[in-house]
């Protein structure tokens, strides 16, 4: 055969392809030329998009560093001081108080959410009963329910448990909002642990609660850092509840205002007397803790949006 192919060759004869056996294999005409194009233009809209979301963020932390007449004469000019003090008096002027009442909510939102979700999920992924689909579409409906439809009778609900204006009731209402995502999210991680393992924790003697709690919950660990980040994203940037439901009832209740209902107490406060920097310091306050958060975790939520997938 090689033989033939070079006195073909030699003779500007036809050579034949190679394909499994030992021949030329063809390659389509253009398939590298429209995988270039496509590289191209898919790393060209991911650097576009990348440009709209840096941008706004650096111009808004270079404003707090500007002062009320600098930002008033040009909304892109550099600031000619860079000094803390603008971010000292943020935090003085109220940002402080908010940042804490954030935390305080979401100290236990968060885990609450996590550890009842996980554990709703897990019961309708990994066990059969009557009611089991019924159940787990009531959780996913609950996602598609908007939440402004709710605010009348959530409120009148918050107002009869008398916990309006208190860090129980928001937290309590914000497991409720955060529980059909997680369910969601989770009972299809469930579904892709392997059975083998749940199946000899049995065996072993091990109990329903510690089987889930000790073997399962672990092996959940890339799902459950996924979907707490999330939760947290969606929790301490949420307005609309906190607005209806954090409200000082009597003249002597005092505020409880978290980082969202802060900034427009702060924008509101000021009146004709504008302290912009301040407003723009108080903003980047409240967005770098989630930019730390996410960048530190941004592997792990990858790894549990894909793991899915893969397994």
Do not use: C
Request: hydrophobic share 50%; glycine share 8%.
């Amino acid at each position: 055969m090689s033989t033939s192919l070079e006195e073909n060759a030699a003779t500007g004869g036809p050579v034949p392809p190679r394909g499994a056996a030992g021949t030329a294999s063809v390659r389509p005409v253009g398939t590298r030329g429209e995988g270039t194009v496509l590289n191209v233009f898919s790393h060209g809209f991911l650097a576009l998009w990348a440009l709209l979301i840096v941008l706004p963020l650096i111009w808004l932390v270079l404003s707090s560093f500007r002062t009320d007449a600098q930002i008033g004469g040009s909304a892109f000019g550099w600031p000619q001081h860079f000094s803390p003090d603008v971010f000292r008096r943020a935090w003085h002027k109220g940002i402080g108080d908010y940042f804490l009442n954030t935390v305080i909510v979401l100290v236990f939102s968060v885990p609450l959410t996590l550890l009842l979700g996980s554990m709703a999920a897990y019961v309708l992924a990994r066990y059969r009963f009557p009611g089991n689909r019924f159940l787990y579409y009531f959780f996913v409906a609950g996602a598609m329910f908007p939440v402004f439809l709710a605010l009348v009778p959530l409120f009148f609900m918050v107002k009869r448990l008398d916990m309006l204006n208190t860090y129980q009731g928001l937290i309590l209402v914000y497991i409720a909002y955060s529980m059909p995502f997680t369910v969601f999210f989770m009972h299809a991680f469930f579904r892709t642990l392997p059975t083998a393992v749940f199946e000899a924790a049995v065996l072993d003697g091990a109990s329903h609660t510690r089987t889930f709690f000790q073997v399962m919950l672990p092996m959940a660990r890339p799902g459950l850092i996924s979907v707490g980040i999330f939760n947290t994203l969606g929790q301490w940037n949420q307005y609309i509840l906190p607005t209806v439901l954090m409200q000082p009832q009597t003249g002597s209740d005092p505020e409880r205002y978290v980082l969202t209902q802060g900034l427009i107490q702060l924008q509101q406060q000021q009146g004709y007397a504008s302290d912009l920097p301040v407003l723009f310091a108080g903003v980047t306050l409240a967005m770098v803790p989630m930019l730390v958060v996410y960048l530190s975790f941004q592997r792990q939520v990858q790894a549990g949006l894909t793991s899915a997938t893969l397994k």
